[in-house]
């Protein structure tokens, strides 16, 4: 089992910033892929951005320019910062990695974009 526990969401105005990071721990090997999805009520989880083991990025177009992951292996975290914010960026946001060929998800984290 591997458990994610993320941090650093909250209420930010539009234009501002906000650091998201995740740690995974448990039963951690051969691990790949790391990242970030968000979610807004009635709507699907979207992806944000994720990161390979090997540092290839894949960041949706909404973020492109905004966002940035960042991956470190030797700790087994990742982490999503995010600038510019904006209110359509205001979600739940998960952070997610795959071991063993299985996806495990964090409990998500409230990030709110609001004057």
């Known amino acids: 089992q591997v458990q994610l526990v993320e941090s650093g969401g909250g209420l930010v105005q539009p234009g501002g910033s906000l650091r998201l990071s995740c740690a995974a721990s448990?039963?951690?090997?051969?691990?790949?892929?790391m990242g970030w999805y968000r979610q807004t009520p009635g709507k699907q989880r979207e992806l944000v951005a994720t990161i390979t083991r090997d540092g290839t990025i894949n960041t949706a177009d909404s973020v492109k320019g905004r966002f940035s992951i960042f991956r470190d292996n030797a700790k087994n975290t990742v982490a999503l910062q995010m600038d510019s914010l904006k209110p359509e960026d205001t979600a739940v946001y998960f952070c997610?990695?795959?071991?063993?060929?299985?996806?495990?998800w964090g409990q998500g984290t409230q990030v709110t974009v609001s004057s």
């Open positions: 997610m990695g795959v071991w063993d060929l299985r996806v495990y």
């Open positions: 448990g039963s951690i090997f051969r691990g790949n892929t």
